[in-house]
């Protein structure tokens, strides 16, 4: 009995009771959707704050702002070099196995809703409006929106500014502190919460979609689930070993919140948790302030397979010529539009939307062959988000000198004990 204390053990309860009521009842599973709902907005509340928190606090006690910049210059430059593979490994393993090949679907019309969306997205898919997307009307509209891109620029210009205005003893600086310890404490109530909102959120996407559709779009899924498992398991681990970590030791210390986000399709309710996991497994508090929210708005590898193997399939199984320099092409601009966001499930599917409104190279209608299996994929997604910024957290906590080694053994070693889960 002890082990159903444990917060996964009482995730993955949920999720297999959630499968069975979406196979044997889909209607009443289908009610079941406010319930993930809920738990999703619950943690969306206190994302902004608790980025403002731990960015300031990081920045406010950093002794050199020199390091911050060298930081930043390669949070950067990893990001874009990962991601970019990430998009590379999308798009060779859907030419090498054409998952669409043979459906001819050539005659689709593009759905409303769709069209709409794509229009909307894609009116704005510019770089000069992606950077200045990124500045707030005002210092509290960053957090009214939950824009989290915004609430990262705030952040540092607020920590930058505090390093250099206060002393280390500031009263705001203190205030910040505690506050941030009230928001974790309100988490760990939140927490109490996880298995119910991850049985609401399963049992609605099983019971909205049945089997029919998994059938028809198995090889597409099967493809997106073994590139996502290529890519953590080969590229990110070959980063972990680069670096001096074990992929497999960092994913048991992050195991409740595998289960998490593999129950919502949402990458941002784990936020909260990570922040505290990775500065108790021993990176820098200024690191882990500084590239876990940024990764939520630039590094999304997972983000970046899902549109090269969507945008593969549309072309294929439209029946539309796409050759390579067209894909090349298509490579360059998703560096671009797979950027910014959130990392809420169905946000991939609104930037292929745009990035295929903007671009016209392939036929909008090809949307509607995802639309059934988007809540799938983007379970894929948001896991492979969600690891690809653990990762980059600890190799660049690494390679900037920001790592306690034996923080780090201690939490992996506290992280295999057959403990009762501990609440923050």
């Known amino acids: ?5 444990k917060l996964h053990v009482q995730v993955i ?10 196979l044997g009842a889909p209607q009443t599973a289908m009610a079941m959707k406010p319930l993930g709902q809920g738990f999703i907005a619950l943690l969306k509340m206190l994302l902004a704050p608790i980025v403002f928190c731990t960015v300031v606090h990081g920045i406010a006690h950093a002794r050199d702002l020199g390091r911050l910049g060298r930081l930043g210059f390669k949070t950067l430059v990893y990001f874009e070099v990962v991601s970019t593979l990430a998009m590379a490994v999308g798009f060779v393993l859907v030419n090498v196995f054409e998952p669409g090949a043979g459906l001819h679907a050539t005659n689709l019309a593009e759905p409303e809703p769709i069209a709409r969306a794509a229009t909307a997205a894609g009116e704005g898919l510019t770089f000069a409006n992606f950077a200045l997307g990124m500045i707030p009307h005002t210092l509290v509209d960053a957090f009214a929106r939950g824009d989290i891109l915004q609430v990262l620029v705030v952040s540092i210009l607020a920590g930058i500014a505090l390093n250099q205005a206060v002393g280390a003893d500031s009263v705001i600086l203190r205030g910040i502190d505690e506050g941030q310890k009230v928001l974790f404490k309100i988490l760990g109530y939140i927490m109490r919460l996880a298995p119910i909102g991850a049985f609401g959120a399963m049992a609605a996407a099983v019971g909205s979609y049945g089997g029919t559709t998994l059938l028809y779009l198995m090889k597409l899924v099967v493809l997106y689930y073994a590139a996502s498992l290529f890519f953590v398991f080969v590229v990110l681990g070959a980063i972990c070993w680069y670096a001096g970590f074990s992929l497999m030791a960092i994913l048991r210390l992050i195991k409740d919140e595998l289960l998490l986000v593999l129950g919502t399709a949402s990458g941002e309710v784990a936020f909260p948790r ?21 990764g939520y708005s630039f590094n ?37 539009t797979s950027k910014g966001g959130t990392t809420v499930a169905g946000g991939a599917f609104i930037k292929l939307a745009a990035t295929l409104q903007t671009l016209r190279q392939l036929p909008l209608g090809g949307l509607g062959l995802l639309f059934g299996i988007d809540r799938l994929l983007a379970t894929a997604t948001a896991t492979v988000n969600m690891v690809g910024n653990v990762v980059a957290v600890f190799a660049l906590a690494r390679w900037e000198g920001g790592f306690d080694q034996e923080r780090y053994r201690a939490a992996i070693a506290d992280a295999e004990k057959p403990s009762p889960e501990k609440t923050t």
């Open 1 to 5: 009995m002890k082990h159903l204390k």
């Open 274 to 294: 990570l922040v505290v996991k990775l500065k108790n497994a021993g990176c820098d508090e200024m690191v882990v302030g500084f590239v876990l929210p940024a």
């Open 300 to 336: 999304l590898d997972g983000t970046s397979i899902y549109m090269a193997i969507a945008i593969g399939f549309i072309a294929q199984a439209t029946d539309t010529p796409f050759s390579l320099m067209q894909q090349v092409g298509m490579l360059a601009v998703l560096m671009l």
């Open 13 to 22: 309860l949920a999720l297999l009771l959630a499968v069975a009521l979406g």
